[in-house]
């Protein structure tokens, strides 16, 4: 009943969540296709994909002075520009135009990702309820609906361009959900703190690290089952699939884990969790044991960067809030300016295997940076409803 009643409180952003899930579900699934008909190398479809994380960050930069801005029409405004910048992608067989393509609709997903997150972080901050691992597992529900739908219009014959047109048209019919004003905070009386900048620095790597890791497993798990393991269309978005099935799985139960436990526990045995689960999809000699690993890695890095995000939610004075997440999130989604690299990089050195090894170290270095904000006093929310 908790995850029902989180998703009922916070439906606005959820549907925010959703969207961006469903985008790039299907994008992950389609990567094989997008590669081949771009004619580019593992490590060239790595830089193409800076594009990407060129306009995530320099989105989420402006995205606090935006959402002042566009006030309780923050979350359309985003939406809508996400849904247009995804009506290119698909169609581009011209790799300066694909990488064009990808800086706006990094920009938009920024712009809509840190927008929602707010949203989550205030309505936590006027209840009391931990809303942030519920909103990201109904990202993880769409995401992995949107990779299995993907992955049978590829059997299909229906050319990806088409595909993310589909799910533009959803996007646009769900924009009246998304009208949702930020909150109004009460800046504490007489405030005269230093900036926290430790705090967003060390919430900030977390994120970094999962959503790298996130990123890696995402885009080249379909590959690595169809090229390394030898499956197809189908079983290659299997691993997407199962990737956001599991994280779905481990965001609805850390729904549940992060109103009973403090988030730093939790970030430490996820992140040992998600490294045991790469190495097995790393070293599987068949396409049924990558899943199994996938499926363990989904569930240990599902709830790194949400319950990163809403705790630098937490250890930030109310009317810094939103400006600090926006940080977190920038840091955060910088993760995709080395994600696609380094993975391309070392698959087309050492191999895939070697690739996936990479993304287990990485994972383990959040459990540092975890006990290193264990140190820093929770502050108490202070918005009015």
Same mark, same amino acid.
């Given at each position: 009943?908790?995850?029902?009643?989180?998703?009922?409180?916070?439906?606005?952003?959820?549907?925010?969540?959703?969207?961006? *899930?469903?985008?790039?579900?299907?994008?992950?699934?389609?990567?094989?296709?997008?590669?081949?008909?771009? *004619?580019?190398? %593992?490590?060239?479809?790595?830089?193409?994909?800076?594009?990407?994380?060129?306009?995530?960050?320099?989105?989420?930069?402006?995205?606090?002075?935006? %959402?002042?801005?566009?006030?309780?029409?923050?979350?359309? +405004?985003?939406?809508?520009?996400?849904?247009?910048?995804?009506?290119?992608?698909?169609?581009?067989?011209?790799?300066?135009?694909?990488?064009?393509?990808?800086?706006?609709?990094?920009?938009?997903?920024?712009?809509? %990702?840190?927008?929602?997150?707010?949203?989550?972080? %205030?309505?936590?901050?006027?209840?009391?309820?931990?809303?942030?691992?519920?909103?990201?597992?109904?990202?993880?529900?769409?995401?992995?609906?949107?990779?299995?739908?993907?992955?049978?219009?590829?059997?299909? *014959? =229906?050319?990806?361009?088409?595909?993310?047109?589909?799910?533009?048209?959803?996007?646009?019919?769900?924009?009246?959900?998304?009208?949702?004003?930020?909150?109004?905070?009460?800046?504490?009386?007489?405030?005269?703190?230093?900036?926290?900048?430790?705090? =967003?620095?060390?919430?900030?790597?977390? +994120?970094?690290?999962?959503?790298?890791?996130?990123?890696?497993?995402?885009?080249?798990?379909?590959?690595?089952?169809?090229?390394?393991?030898?499956?197809?269309?189908?079983?290659?978005?299997?691993?997407?699939?199962?990737?956001?099935?599991?994280?779905?799985?481990?965001?609805?139960?850390?729904?549940?884990?992060?109103?009973?436990?403090?988030?730093?526990?939790? =970030?430490?045995?996820?992140?040992?969790?998600?490294?045991?689960?790469?190495?097995?999809?790393?070293?599987?000699?068949?396409?049924?044991?990558?899943?199994?690993?996938?499926?363990?890695?989904?569930?240990?890095?599902?709830?790194?960067?949400?319950?990163?995000?809403?705790?630098?939610?937490?250890?930030?004075?109310?009317?810094?809030?939103?400006?600090? =997440?926006?940080?977190?999130?920038?840091?955060?989604?910088?993760?995709?300016?080395?994600?696609?690299?380094?993975? *391309?990089? +070392?698959?087309?050195?050492?191999?895939?295997?070697?690739?996936?090894?990479?993304?287990?170290?990485?994972?383990?270095?959040?459990?540092?940076?975890?006990?290193?904000?264990?140190?820093?006093?929770?502050?108490?929310?202070?918005?009015?409803?």
């Amino acid at each position: 009943m908790s995850i029902l009643s989180a998703l009922t409180l916070s439906r606005r952003p959820a549907t925010g969540f959703v969207i961006v *899930g469903i985008f790039w579900g299907g994008f992950a699934a389609h990567v094989p296709v997008l590669k081949a008909q771009l *004619g580019a190398s %593992d490590a060239l479809f790595g830089l193409l994909l800076l594009g990407t994380a060129a306009g995530l960050v320099s989105s989420m930069w402006l995205a606090p002075r935006l %959402d002042r801005t566009l006030g309780a029409r923050g979350m359309q +405004v985003a939406a809508l520009a996400l849904a247009l910048a995804w009506l290119f992608p698909g169609h581009m067989s011209v790799q300066v135009l694909f990488f064009v393509s990808l800086i706006f609709v990094g920009g938009a997903s920024g712009l809509l %990702d840190v927008t929602m997150n707010a949203r989550v972080s %205030d309505l936590e901050a006027q209840t009391g309820r931990s809303l942030m691992n519920a909103n990201h597992a109904i990202f993880s529900v769409a995401y992995a609906v949107a990779a299995l739908i993907s992955g049978v219009t590829r059997e299909a *014959g =229906i050319p990806p361009g088409w595909v993310f047109t589909g799910f533009s048209v959803v996007t646009i019919l769900l924009l009246p959900v998304l009208r949702m004003a930020p909150a109004a905070v009460e800046p504490e009386v007489g405030y005269a703190g230093a900036y926290p900048l430790w705090p =967003i620095l060390l919430s900030g790597l977390v +994120v970094l690290v999962a959503f790298m890791s996130e990123a890696t497993v995402e885009a080249w798990s379909a590959l690595h089952v169809e090229r390394t393991l030898g499956g197809g269309a189908v079983q290659g978005a299997l691993g997407p699939t199962m990737l956001g099935i599991t994280m779905a799985v481990g965001r609805f139960s850390g729904q549940v884990v992060a109103e009973r436990l403090r988030e730093v526990p939790v =970030i430490v045995g996820a992140s040992l969790l998600s490294a045991c689960g790469v190495i097995l999809a790393a070293v599987a000699p068949v396409p049924a044991l990558a899943y199994i690993g996938f499926g363990i890695f989904g569930l240990g890095v599902s709830v790194v960067a949400p319950m990163g995000l809403a705790l630098v939610g937490k250890l930030v004075a109310p009317h810094l809030r939103t400006e600090a =997440i926006s940080r977190a999130a920038v840091m955060g989604f910088s993760g995709f300016f080395f994600a696609p690299v380094f993975m *391309g990089l +070392v698959s087309e050195l050492f191999g895939l295997r070697a690739a996936f090894g990479g993304v287990a170290l990485l994972a383990l270095c959040a459990v540092p940076l975890a006990l290193a904000l264990g140190r820093y006093p929770l502050r108490t929310a202070q918005i009015r409803p």
